[in-house]
Nanobody, 121 residues
Framework: QVQLVESGGGLVQPGGSLRLSCAAS????????MGWYRQAPGKQRELVAT???????NYADSVKGRFTISRDNARNTVYLQMSSLKPEDTAVYYC???????????????WGQGTQVTVSS
């Protein structure tokens, strides 16, 4: 069975930095793409950044130049380095994995439980 576990969320002041981690566990052979999405109260979930196993990245315009996504394929872990944080970044951040391949099963659009990020002075 596959699990995605996020960590690193918390309270940070505007202009500060935070790094989120998401580790996929289980008998995983490969994961095509991993990414981060966020959902603020009263709003729909939106894409923040994605990265493929080959290193291709995609960012939302609102975070370009401030956030950096990376991954460690050997550890099936994806990271989100967030800098110059703004109050508008406050949301629950969810880890996503697409194209998870195990010996017996494949998964698409698999989600973690989410981690809260609050940007406030």
């Amino acid at each position: 069975q596959v699990q995605l576990v996020e960590s690193g969320g918390g309270l940070v002041q505007p202009g500060g930095s935070l790094r989120l981690s998401c580790a996929a566990s289980g008998s995983i052979f490969s994961i095509y793409a991993m990414g981060w999405y966020r959902q603020a109260p009263g709003k729909q979930r939106e894409l923040v950044a994605t990265i493929t196993s080959g290193g291709n990245t995609n960012y939302a315009d609102s975070v370009k130049g401030r956030f950096t996504i990376s991954r460690d394929n050997a550890r099936n872990t994806v990271y989100l380095q967030m800098s110059s944080l703004k109050p508008e970044d406050t949301a629950v951040y969810y880890c996503n994995a697409d194209g998870i391949i195990t010996l017996t099963t494949h998964y698409n659009n698999y989600w973690g439980q989410g981690t809260q990020v609050t940007v406030s002075s």
